[in-house]
């Protein structure tokens, strides 16, 4: 609940694709908020915290009828 639950559903979520973009540093629009930066070479995952979280658990699976 709270917080947990908040970032689950951005991070799992399936619905929230207009929340988070990727844009050159330093290009993100006026009140735009980093809230972290890619990185090549590794595999898919977002950290939260300090943990890594796989945002392939979870979501809308558009195919999966």
Same mark, same amino acid.
Do not use: K, N, Y
């Given at each position: 609940?709270?917080? *947990? !639950? !908040? $970032?689950? &559903?951005? #991070? %799992?979520?399936? *619905?929230?694709? *207009? @929340? @988070? &973009?990727?844009? =050159?540093? /330093? &290009?993100? =629009? =006026?009140?735009?908020?980093?809230?972290?930066? $890619? #990185?090549?070479? %590794?595999? =898919?995952? $977002? %950290?939260? %915290?300090? *943990?890594?979280?796989?945002?392939?658990? /979870?979501?809308?699976?558009?195919?999966?009828?």
């Amino acid at each position: 609940q709270g917080e *947990e !639950a !908040a $970032v689950s &559903a951005v #991070l %799992r979520g399936g *619905e929230e694709h *207009e @929340l @988070l &973009a990727t844009v =050159p540093v /330093g &290009a993100q =629009p =006026p009140g735009w908020i980093v809230l972290g930066r $890619v #990185l090549g070479g %590794r595999s =898919p995952g $977002v %950290r939260w %915290r300090g *943990e890594v979280v796989d945002p392939r658990q /979870g979501g809308w699976d558009h195919f999966g009828g």
